[in-house]
């Protein structure tokens, strides 16, 4: 378990095995975070593009849970307070109860606006085709 610096937690909160909760979160009392649950403090996290500059807090409110046990693709995106009960595509982006796909995220984790089948990221210049649901990478940046 990793508990951060600047980090509130409740009275009566349960927090399972390999949970991490980093600076700027906050959880109110009787919050379930189930094991591997894992907060982050930026919007749109990828390792390799320093984001410190740009830490946002998260609130979770008295009695939410916080569940683990199902797949997230690679580069995907779950918004704040989606419950996700199925499978999360690889750069999707998901967001509700029950979570529902909503969009697309690159690598860099900027928002794709697909014309037709093809994107291109504002902020990294990766290049996307979307094919049957499932992207495709042209051409990487980064």
Known sequence: MVIG????????????????VYKGVVLEDEVFCGPSCVFTN???????????????????KKGATIVCGIPIGKYAMVGAGAV???EVPDYAIVAGVPAKQIGWACKCGTTLKFNS??????????????????IVVVQEHI
């Open 5 to 20: 610096t600047e980090v509130e937690i409740g009275d009566r909160c349960k927090i399972q095995n390999n949970v991490s």
């Open 84 to 86: 996700v009960k199925s």
């Open 117 to 134: 089948k093809h994107a291109v990221c504002t902020y990294c210049g990766n290049e996307y085709i979307l094919e049957n649901k499932i």
């Open 42 to 60: 930026v919007y749109n996290p990828r390792a390799f593009i320093e984001r410190k500059h740009e830490f946002k807090s998260t609130l979770v």
